[in-house]
Structures are given as C-alpha cells and as structure tokens.
C-alpha cells in the first residue's frame, strides 16, 4: 500500500538534545513537507521540499534542520535550539503532476514529541 | 494576507443532529484552492475535500456537504444525521498559490458527537 510513514509515534528526548524525525513516503510524490500543531491550533510549516537536493525554510523553521537526499525521504532534526519542541509533527506529500489533484497533500501519522 | 478563520472552537451535538462547521477565508489570489480535513483522534489527518475558487456548485458526498460561497469567502461544512464516529478536529485549509503551495490552515472546530 502506498502512504506516508513517520516514525516513531511518541519520542520523548531531554532537553538540549537533538532529534531527528524520520519521514518516508512510497507514493512517488515529489514535494514534501513538514507541519507542527499545538493543541488547539491549526498546522504550522516549519520547511519543505519540491525536488530532492533542494528545499526551502517555511513560517517557522527557526530551531529546525531538514534535508532531502532521496526523493522517498524527508527527516525533520529539532535542534537544542528550538524553544518550545515539544509538539505535534506532521509529515506531508504531494505530486507535482498535471491536474488540480497536484494540490491535495497527503499525511502522515505524525509524531508526538515530548521534551523534559 | 492569507488567513482561514474557523470561529468555533468546540460543537457538541447529540447523535442524528446535523451540525454545520463553519469556514471564512482571505486571500490575493483569483485562483484559488480550499480543503477540509478530518483530524481523528489518532492524529493523522484525512483529506475530505478540495473546491477550486471557479467551482461554485454545492458538493455532496454521502453524509457530508460543503456550501462555497465566494461572495462571503465562506466554504462551510455540513454533516447531516451525525453519528459517534464524525468525532474528531476538522480543518479548513487555503493553498498558498506561490512556489511553496503550502496549506494555510485555520485554528480546528473539535466536533463531540454524544451517544
């Protein structure tokens, strides 16, 4: 079955440490992306990718490094410099072919980080 | 600016009710793309819709309705005869029709579906 894959579920880290957050989709799509949601509020782009070797910094990418060198995979590192990590990451796809289906992203399970 | 507004917070309905989520957008561009999203308690989010900003017609799919109203910028939500298993957070999304075409969601409306 094609999908998104975010591993691990849960992850718990302390605090000054750094962690990397895997993600890999098997559905061919060429751009990725990675959210953050807080409780009680909507999905916030940290980066993303349209093509591998390549990607771009979002609305909060402060604290975050990614990289993208396989199209399949997408991994999120939370650096001891970001503030508040403990969050809700999502991992999303999406193809960059003809149509307006180009436009739906696609998501992953998400990981629920917790830093102490 | 690109901004979605959804105002409700919570919705609470009882089994059967129909429930409308509510839904207003800004946006620059004159193309346009809107979505909703289901977000189940397990987390991941479930894409239910895309509306494209020159499709004005109503879309009903099985329990689920969407109203898109440009005049308004509104792209409501509708379950009909809800049931325990409509519970979850639901998303409206804007895509940002730039290089990025990132989601611009709204903050969630958590619908509580009681027995």
């Known amino acids: 079955d094609g999908g998104i894959t975010q591993s691990p579920k849960y992850l718990f880290r302390k605090e000054g440490q750094n962690v990397t957050l895997s993600c890999e989709q098997n559905?061919?799509?060429?751009?990725m992306y990675w959210y953050r949601q807080d409780p009680g509020q909507g999905l916030r782009l940290i980066y993303y990718?349209?093509?591998?070797?390549?990607?771009q910094k979002g609305d909060i990418a402060e604290g975050y490094s990614v990289s993208r060198e396989k199209k399949e995979s997408f991994p999120l590192t939370v650096t001891s410099a970001q503030k508040n990590p403990t969050a809700f990451y999502l991992c999303?796809?999406?193809?960059?072919?003809?149509?307006?289906?180009?436009?739906?992203?696609?998501f992953g399970p998400g990981t629920r980080l917790t830093v102490t | 600016a690109q901004k979605v507004t959804q105002a409700q917070t919570e919705i609470s309905v009882v089994e059967k009710e129909d429930v409308t989520l509510d839904c207003v957008y800004e946006?620059?561009?004159?193309?346009?793309?809107l979505f909703w999203y289901k977000q189940p308690p397990s987390g991941e989010l479930v894409f239910l819709i895309r509306?494209?900003?020159?499709?004005?017609q109503n879309e009903i799919s099985g329990r689920y309705s969407w109203n898109f109203q440009k005049s308004t910028s509104s792209f409501n939500f509708t379950i009909t005869a809800s049931q325990v298993v409509d519970s979850a957070v639901y998303f409206c999304?804007?895509?940002?029709?730039?290089?990025?075409?990132?989601?611009?969601f709204g903050s969630g409306t958590r619908l509580l579906v009681r027995p």
């Open positions: 509306r494209n900003s020159f499709d004005e």
């Open positions: 999304a804007l895509i940002m029709m730039d290089s990025s075409y990132k989601l611009i």
């Open positions: 559905l061919n799509h060429d751009a």
């Open positions: 990718s349209q093509i591998v070797n390549d990607f």
């Open positions: 946006t620059r561009d004159t193309t346009y793309y």
């Open positions: 999303a796809s999406t193809s960059r072919g003809n149509g307006p289906a180009r436009y739906e992203q696609y």
